[in-house]
């Protein structure tokens, strides 16, 4: 397993804790207990000439259901969002001229059946609109991709631009951005409006 910059200062980083979201950021990949539908996590970081971008994400956002995909239907939805997710470089726009390419990545999610995690949802479970909602009891999943690449020119890489991604993912309506960078680190809270990131 590959040396993860993210790993020890987001622990560190008190912007975290600075919103009232409580997002129960564990860092457990796969299978959580509560996640806020439409809102994902995104930590990118900058270091010499690697970029690191790790996404975590309600698997609601990425391909509409968190349930163990056993239909054809499902199975195809879920087959078209990893290949997507396979081609970052088309979700997450990089400048050009810091000629960044990917070497490493990594998907994982109980719904890419690489979870013992199963549960039977195929039922229509009646969700009750309780206006203080949060209290779903059925099981929630994740899609997280780490990707790691290498950047000929880090100097120019003052951007990251989101768009694409909210475009492929509508549901996402929300992204909590960490960013490390040679200017030290921030958070930012990213919409479909504000999609473009600056280091
Ligand atoms: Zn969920």
């Known amino acids: 397993m590959r040396r993860l910059l993210l790993a020890l200062p987001f622990a560190l980083l008190p912007l975290a804790v600075a919103h009232a979201h409580d997002h129960d950021h564990?860092?457990?990949?796969g299978s959580l207990g509560k996640h806020e539908h439409?809102?994902?996590?995104?930590?990118?970081?900058?270091?010499?000439?690697?970029?690191?971008?790790?996404l975590e994400s309600p698997a609601m956002n990425i391909v509409g259901f968190e349930h163990a995909a056993t239909s054809d239907a499902d199975k195809k939805t879920v087959a078209a969002a990893r290949a997507k997710l396979e081609k970052p470089l088309a979700?997450?726009?990089?400048?050009?001229?810091?000629?960044?390419?990917?070497?490493?990545?990594?998907?994982?999610?109980?719904?890419?059946g690489d979870a013992e995690d199963k549960h039977d949802h195929d039922h229509d479970h009646?969700?009750?609109?309780?206006?203080?909602?949060?209290?779903?009891?059925?099981?929630h999943s994740d899609i997280d991709a780490d990707y790691s690449f290498t950047c000929k020119q880090p100097d120019a890489l003052k951007t990251v631009d989101l768009t694409a991604f909210y475009k492929q993912f509508p549901a996402t309506q929300k992204i909590n951005v960490q960013l490390i960078g040679p200017n030290g680190q921030k958070g930012v809270e990213s919409t479909p409006a504000n999609a473009r990131l600056t280091f």
């Open 38 to 54: 439409g809102v994902a996590t995104l930590n990118v970081a900058l270091e010499g000439n690697t970029l690191e971008i790790e």
């Open 126 to 139: 009646d969700h009750d609109e309780h206006a203080d909602g949060h209290d779903h009891d059925h099981e």
């Open 91 to 112: 979700l997450f726009s990089l400048p050009a001229a810091a000629g960044c390419s990917l070497t490493e990545h990594e998907l994982s999610s109980p719904l890419f």
């Open 26 to 29: 564990d860092h457990e990949h």
